[in-house]
Antibody, heavy 121, light 107 residues
Framework: EVQLVESGGGLVQPGGSLRLSCAAS????????MTWVRQAPGKGLEWVSN????????YDVDSVRGRFTVSRDNAKNSVFLQLNSLRVEDTAVYFC??????????????WGQGTLVTVSS | DIQLTQSPSFLSASVGDSVTITCRAS??????VNWYQQKPGRAPNLLIY???VLHSGVPSRFRGDGSVTEFTLTISSLRPEDSATYYC?????????FGPGTQLEIK
């Protein structure tokens, strides 16, 4: 059974840092791209970042570029999101998801339950 | 960046009805559109990928269609458990934006 479990969220002051983790199980982790998506309270979904199978390619949304860094450790079946210079508007539930990418197909099929990041003074 | 709009933003329908949600893209995204269902406090669930392919385990009451810039999600024979917010998403190019969502209420 595929499982994704996020951790590392919490309350942090503006300008602070957090490191989110997503532990994967039930599939061959190193074969898949992984993704972070966030959702501010009462708002819609916002794609944040992707990382490829070996961590050599990453992509992120403009609003987090230079502040957030996605990485992975295939030996530990985990993907990470380092959040620096946090702003109040980064307050959200952060989900990790598995990306399936094949010719003509591209989708996020399994999601974790999310971890809440609250940025407030 | 490719922008997605969804209509309507809110939908109210009765058990047994059929409803259609439309997602429009600001540019040609071929069929790189996926649809997700999200219930309050839960993670999104993949319903449809590649515009019309039903994800494993999703009831056949859900149907996706469209290409280029206009896409639809149709839910037939509505059931109470279909009450949720529905999002489209494009993966044609980065950033992988989501639409703003359509909230479906089952009366």
């Amino acid at each position: 059974e595929v499982q994704l479990v996020e951790s590392g969220g919490g309350l942090v002051q503006p300008g602070g840092s957090l490191r989110l983790s997503c532990a994967a199980s039930g599939f061959t982790f190193s074969r898949y791209w992984m993704t972070w998506v966030r959702q501010a309270p009462g708002k819609g979904l916002e794609w944040v970042s992707n990382v490829n199978q070996d961590g050599s390619e990453t992509y992120d949304v403009d609003s987090v570029r230079g502040r957030f860094t996605v990485s992975r450790d295939n030996a530990k079946n985990s993907v990470f999101l380092q959040l620096n210079s946090l702003r109040v508007e980064d307050t959200a539930v952060y989900f990790c998801a598995r990306r399936v990418r094949e010719v003509g197909l591209d989708f996020y099929d399994y999601w974790g339950q999310g971890t809440l990041v609250t940025v407030s003074s | 960046d490719i922008q997605l709009t969804q209509s309507p933003s809110f939908l109210s329908a009765s058990v047994g009805d059929s409803v259609t949600i439309t997602c429009r893209a600001s540019q040609d995204i071929t069929t790189y559109v996926n649809w997700y269902q999200q219930k309050p406090g839960r993670a999104p669930n993949l319903l449809i990928y590649a515009a019309y392919v039903l994800h494993s385990g999703v009831p056949s009451r859900f149907r996706g269609d469209g290409s280029v810039t206009e896409f639809t999600l149709t839910i037939s024979s509505l059931r109470p458990e279909d009450s949720a917010t529905y999002y489209c998403q494009q993966l044609n190019s980065y950033p992988h934006n989501f639409g703003p969502g359509t909230q479906l209420e089952i009366k």
